[in-house]
Nanobody, 129 residues
Framework: QVQLVESGGGWVQPGGSLKLSCVVS????????MGWFRQAPGEEREFVAG????????VYADSVKGRFTISREHTKNSLYLDMSSLKPEDTAVYYC??????????????????????WGQGTQVTVSS
């Protein structure tokens, strides 16, 4: 079982950028499918982006496509989320998540929070002027 620790959240003005990181403990990071989710107050947790264990496949929610980029670096046991052109509606607690399952390219299985077994504690992102 791995453990996930997110960092990089904070306050940013609309149109700004932030980069979130998620450090994964353990030696098997390169076997996990990874995802980023977010949850705003009073809202359900929603999918943001997912990446296959190899890093070759990525998938995004329509709301962030073209603005956010998910990536992973196996030598650093790290998952990243580069966020640009941020909007007030991007304000939420952002979570990284891991699963041992392998999903096909573009699979909708990336989108469901119930398909991930391990979660980080979250990092707050606030976008406001």
């Amino acid at each position: 079982q791995v453990q996930l620790v997110e960092s990089g959240g904070g306050w940013v003005q609309p149109g700004g950028s932030l980069k979130l990181s998620c450090v994964v403990s353990g030696r098997t990071f390169n076997t996990y499918t990874m995802g980023w989710f977010r949850q705003a107050p009073g809202e359900e947790r929603e999918f943001v982006a997912g990446i296959s264990w190899s890093g070759f496949d990525t998938v995004y929610a329509d709301s962030v496509k073209g603005r956010f980029t998910i990536s992973r670096e196996h030598t650093k046991n790290s998952l990243y989320l580069d966020m640009s052109s941020l909007k007030p509606e991007d304000t939420a607690v952002y979570y990284c998540a891991a699963t041992k399952q392998t999903y096909y390219s573009g699979s909708k299985e990336y989108f469901s929070a119930s398909n991930y077994e391990t979660w980080g504690q979250g990092t707050q992102v606030t976008v406001s002027s």
